[in-house]
């Protein structure tokens, strides 16, 4: 019995209705790109300028200039980290707890292998998908930039944005799937991890409104990567890729010391 195979087999479909959302995300927003690119930058900017910062908080906009390709990007790729987090926590949270959700642990713990076998093949199982799914967004991205703005270039801004949607969904991924894994009541990995990102988004706006909010960044997660920072330095923060790293190892070392050792529900 091939898990990995089988794991890949059950998430196709999920992988292709996200990635009509990416589609229809970056579509969507690059087509209104199209009458700021040709519009008067100045007045665009005041107009943006004279907004509270609490909704330019909300949408991501602080510190992006949006009448810029690279800026205006930026705002689209802070909705896809959000879409990002939730496939990954959903899938994190899911490709182990459906084993003790469908009644189907029993027949798959009975079969000659050790529980950490299982925990291996449905965790590369889910890296492929995210892998899927940033290889998705990146490849739509760069279609339809050059279709939008065919004279621009932002091919290394964008590369960064996607190493860091990585880095973000590996670290969201492992931790619900160690949730999962070290929980008794394993289906409230999802929830936990949901209200987690929610948090984490509102101390994201919370982080953009008010003055000396450095020391809240290491907390938020949405923040080691702030698009503004990776536009204007060209580079991810070493401390923040340490930090996605040390959640990562966090997560999988929930799953592979406490699953093995709890009772399943079966």
């Not at 706006?205 to 330095?233: A, G, T």
Request: hydrophobic share 55%.
């Amino acid at each position: 019995m091939n898990l990995f195979l089988h794991e890949m087999k059950q998430y196709w479909k999920y992988l292709m209705f996200w990635g009509l959302g990416i589609i229809a995300m970056v579509a969507g927003g690059m087509g209104k790109f199209t009458a700021l690119y040709d519009a008067n930058d100045t007045s665009i900017t005041d107009v943006f300028n004279q907004m509270p910062k609490a909704f330019l908080a909300m949408f991501g906009m602080v510190n992006l200039e949006v009448t810029s390709l690279s800026g205006f990007y930026g705002v689209i790729n802070f909705y896809l980290v959000i879409m990002g987090a939730i496939f990954a926590i959903i899938l994190g949270a899911g490709i182990l707890a459906k084993e003790e959700r469908d009644k189907t642990a029993e027949f798959l713990m009975v079969k000659p292998v050790t529980r950490t076998w299982v925990l291996v093949q449905k965790l590369c199982a889910g890296i492929i998908y995210i892998l899927a799914f940033v290889g998705i967004d990146y490849a739509v991205s760069i279609a339809i930039i050059a279709k939008v703005a065919p004279n621009e270039n932002i091919n290394t801004e964008l590369f960064l944005m996607m190493l860091g949607l990585v880095l973000v969904m590996f670290a969201f991924y492992c931790v619900s799937f160690g949730l999962s894994g070290a929980l008794k009541n394993n289906t409230k990995a999802s929830m936990i991890m949901i209200s987690v990102m929610g948090a984490s988004y509102l101390g994201t706006v919370v982080y953009d409104m008010i003055e000396n909010s450095e020391w809240m960044r290491p907390f938020l997660i949405f923040k080691y990567f702030p698009n503004d920072e990776v536009i204007r330095n060209l580079s991810l923060d070493p401390m923040y890729i340490g930090l996605c790293i040390l959640w990562i190892m966090i997560g999988l070392a929930l799953a592979f010391v406490r699953f093995p050792r709890r009772d399943l529900h079966i």
